[in-house]
Every structure is written in structure tokens, then in C-alpha cells.
């Protein structure tokens, strides 16, 4: 078991601006990626190796239950590489990396950059034909830590240790408690889903790299040890052991959400129909000249027409649009974005006479939710 670092005996000799900020850049964005989606900002901005390699921004990825889906990123090639240092798969993801981030000394946002970028090149190069999302800022930061270990060797770090059922306080030298992290990482099972070339880069980019950032600094004299306390919760140890990471491969959406999403859309299609409001139904569908809809024989584009279409077959004198009813719904995914449903049809007349069919849909998931591209309906 890793020792879990709690605070250092380093003097603090100026505010820490630049982590701060990092730190509140890092919250901020997750936030974003909350109110998105978590899954699906993660494989838009997360840095895919074989997209890199390849320099494109569309293709296959690979989920964790070996389905390959088209994804087309909304990042253009090659901007993952560095929005995927600000995206987190999670709360303990944040909280893991934010508290490295905090143990660090060296508080140069290029450094900081620089050391995310080669650890995030380090993965690519260990797996140029990885088809799957890297986010995650412990790349980064693990060059945070390759500095301090270099600038800070003999710094006492005070640490919690769990063993088994005893618990305790320990303090080892920055060297030490570094190098058993940095050692974890060749250790850690292949199906744990951790890119960890992507920390061993990051950290010997720190050390390769962290006197040239600090050339021509003086080091001030310690003023004493004014040690720090990480304000932050202590649930950091799957972080310790590499679980969290700027390469951390996290699992695109199952499915479900979308599935739900789709179903409401129809259900509020359903009801908007059997309230005689057409424009209701019609919202939704794809409002762009670009929808098409194949039904009667004939080939309808564009949302406008497709909304006559309805007009006059329904709406029409002598026409009624009676009760509609959706029956047998599939849906399957088919990517993050895009999604294919079928179904049974059911209107209901008011003379109690059922007209019934078939239909099969291409959706899309656009700006403002999913919407219909294709609609294909039949008797």
C-alpha cells in the first residue's frame, strides 16, 4: 500500500496563483462537462491516439465491451491533446489529480502545459493505434510532481497509511513516496483501463524539464516550516495508484441515456399529434431542408414539406388525424450522436377503426437534443 500524502514541510513564500487558477479551471470545466454529459464530452474532447496519429477528428472508437461506434469529435484535430487536460471522468478523478496539483511546488502554467502535452505524446507513441478517449489531467500534473521531486528531494512528506486494518501517520522523504508512485505505474493490471505511459511521460518530462523553467531563478533560503494543508477531501487513492489520469480510457455511454432521451422525444411526438398540433409534432424532427421522409410510395425532403405532407393528409377537409399510439419500440445506438429506432404505428379513428404500420428512424443528436434525420413509414 501507498503511503497517501497529506501536506509537506515546504515553506510557502507567495501565494499560489497559477495552482489556484488551474485548480479553478479544472472545477469549471468539469461542471461544463456535467451539465453536457459527462460520457459524451469525454469522447468529443477527450485525445483519441490512432485520431492522433492519423490526424483526423472522425472515425471508429472502441468501448470497453469491444463494440466499435463512428464518433465525430466536436474538438478539431489537434486541440485534444490539450482539452483532455482539463476533462475529468468523475468527482474522485477531479479530487485525485487537484490534489497532486496542490503537493506540487512548481507553478508555471507553460510547465504545467508543456509536461501534459509530451505525457500525453508519451501515451500516443506507447499505443498509436488506441481507439479510445484520454482525459484527465494527471498527465500534467505528473510533471508537477517529476519537478518537485527534482527541486524538493529531501522534502518530509507527511502521508496516511493504510495497512489492512492499522492506520497510521508517516513521513518520508519526497523521493521516496515519488518514486513508489512512480514505480506503481508499471505495475498496474491491463485491465484497469489507465494509459500509465501517459503519467510515467508526464513525470520524466518534470524532471527533464523543470530546471530549464526555473533557469536563471534565486532560491530563496527557508523561512521556516510553515507547512500546508490540502483543502481538499481525502478519497485520493485510487489517484496514488494510477487510477486516475490524463489517459485514463473511460467508458463512452452504454446506451441508456440516449434510449431514454429518444423515447421521451416520441412519447412528446405522440402527444403533441392527438392534441391536433402538427408544428408540435413536427418539432421532432430535423428542422432543416436536409430531413427526408419516405412514405406512400413517394419521397418527401425538407421540414417544411414534410410538414404539408401531414397537412394535407391528415388535417385536409374530411380528414381527421385521429389517436396516435407508438407500439414495439426498438432503439439502438449507434454511436454517441446518432441512433436508429423501429416501431409499430397505431391511429385510432374516431369511429373506433385502427389504421396501422411500420416505421424505421435515423436520429441525430443535435444542439438543442435528438432529433429525427430520416423517417421511414409504411402501412
Known amino acids: ?22 485548480i479553478l479551471v479544472n472545477v469549471v470545466v468539469f461542471l461544463g462537462e456535467l451539465a453536457r454529459g459527462l460520457d459524451l464530452t469525454m469522447l468529443d474532447y477527450g485525445a483519441v491516439p490512432a485520431f492522433l496519429v492519423e490526424r483526423v477528428r472522425d472515425g471508429w472508437v472502441e468501448l ?6 463512428l464518433l465525430h469529435q466536436e474538438a478539431p484535430f489537434p486541440a485534444t491533446i490539450f482539452t483532455s487536460m482539463f476533462m475529468h471522468g468523475g468527482w474522485l478523478h477531479l479530487v ?5 496539483l496542490e503537493l506540487g511546488r512548481v507553478r508555471y502554467l ?5 509536461g501534459g502535452l509530451l505525457a500525453a505524446l508519451s501515451q500516443v507513441a506507447a499505443t ?6 484520454m482525459v484527465g489531467a494527471s498527465g500534467a500534473v505528473a510533471a508537477v510532481l517529476g519537478g518537485y521531486v527534482v527541486l524538493h528531494p529531501r522534502a518530509r ?3 496516511l497509511w493504510i495497512l489492512v486494518i492499522f492506520i497510521t501517520f508517516i513521513e518520508l522523504p519526497a523521493w521516496l513516496l515519488l518514486g513508489l508512485w512512480f514505480i506503481s505505474q508499471f505495475m498496474l493490471p491491463s485491465t484497469a483501463q489507465v494509459a500509465w505511459m501517459a503519467h510515467v511521460g508526464g513525470f520524466l518530462a518534470g524532471i527533464a524539464l523543470v530546471k530549464l523553467f526555473r533557469a536563471g531563478r534565486k532560491t530563496l533560503p527557508p523561512s521556516g516550516p510553515t507547512r500546508r494543508l490540502v483543502v481538499v477531501a481525502p478519497m485520493v487513492l485510487v489517484a496514488l495508484l494510477g487510477a486516475g489520469g490524463v489517459a485514463d480510457a473511460k467508458r463512452p455511454p452504454a446506451g ?3 434510449k431514454e432521451a429518444i423515447r421521451a422525444l416520441l412519447d412528446a411526438q405522440a402527444a403533441a399529434w392527438n392534441k391536433r398540433d402538427l408544428p408540435g409534432y413536427m418539432a421532432g424532427y430535423w ?5 427526408t421522409f419516405f412514405g406512400g410510395g413517394s419521397v418527401t425532403r425538407g421540414w417544411d414539406e414534410t410538414l404539408a405532407r401531414y397537412e394535407r393528409r391528415y388535417q385536409g377537409p374530411g380528414k381527421e388525424m385521429g389517436a396516435l399510439k407508438f407500439d414495439d419500440l426498438e432503439i439502438e445506438p449507434l454511436a454517441v450522436d446518432a441512433a436508429f429506432a423501429r416501431g409499430r404505428w397505431i391511429l385510432t379513428m374516431s369511429d373506433g377503426k385502427e389504421q396501422r404500420g411500420v416505421f424505421t428512424l435515423l436520429l441525430k443528436k443535435l444542439p438543442d437534443g435528438w432529433r429525427i434525420v430520416h423517417d421511414h413509414s409504411s402501412m
Not at 500524502?5 to 515546504?10: C, E, G, Q, T, Y
Not at 507553460?110 to 508543456?114: E, K, T
Not at 498509436?128 to 478517449?133: C, G, N, S, T, W
Open 1 to 22: 500500500m501507498i503511503p497517501l500524502p497529506i501536506r509537506d514541510d515546504n515553506p510557502r513564500r507567495r501565494f499560489p496563483v497559477v495552482t489556484l487558477a488551474l
Open 256 to 258: 441508456a441515456d440516449a
Open 287 to 291: 428542422k432543416d431542408k436536409q430531413l
Open 64 to 69: 470497453p465491451n469491444g463494440r466499435a461506434v
Open 110 to 114: 507553460a510547465f504545467y502545459l508543456v
Open 157 to 159: 512528506v507527511r502521508c
Open 128 to 133: 498509436p493505434h488506441l481507439a479510445q478517449p
Open 96 to 100: 485525485g489529480n487537484m490534489w497532486f
